[in-house]
């Protein structure tokens, strides 16, 4: 079809388009990475509002009278929110992998047909 411009890719018989990847990887990769970024936030928010709820009743029956919101009192915020800072900082990392691992298998595509 003429007129169509440079928004059609021509498919090959191998099921691969001009890149030399398989149809649809390349908007996988975009997905995959705009949802992980997703999940990022999501985690983040999450780890900064929790310890807001340490101004609640039941926090301070437990922890003392100076518990409030980012000062747990006389208690201790413990590993597991440590763990999952670390976790969601990791989790930072992982589009930046993807991108990396897609643009490396188009050089390893396009090598293999030279």
Do not use: H
Not at 28 to 41: E, M, P
Not at 81 to 97: E, N
């Amino acid at each position: 079809m003429e007129g169509t411009g440079d928004a059609d890719k021509s498919i090959s018989q191998s099921g691969q388009d001009d890149d030399g990847l398989p149809q649809g990887r390349d908007q996988q990769g975009v997905c995959t990475c705009a949802l992980v970024l997703w999940d990022v936030v999501i985690c983040s928010v999450g780890l900064i509002i929790y310890p807001v709820g340490l101004e609640s009743n039941v926090i301070k029956m437990y922890c003392g009278q100076s518990a409030a919101s980012f000062n747990p009192g006389n208690c201790e915020i413990g590993w597991g929110y440590v763990l999952a800072i670390m976790g969601t900082a990791l989790t930072m990392f992982g589009p930046f992998l993807s991108k990396y691992a897609i643009d490396k298998q188009r050089l390893e595509d396009s090598e293999e047909f030279v």
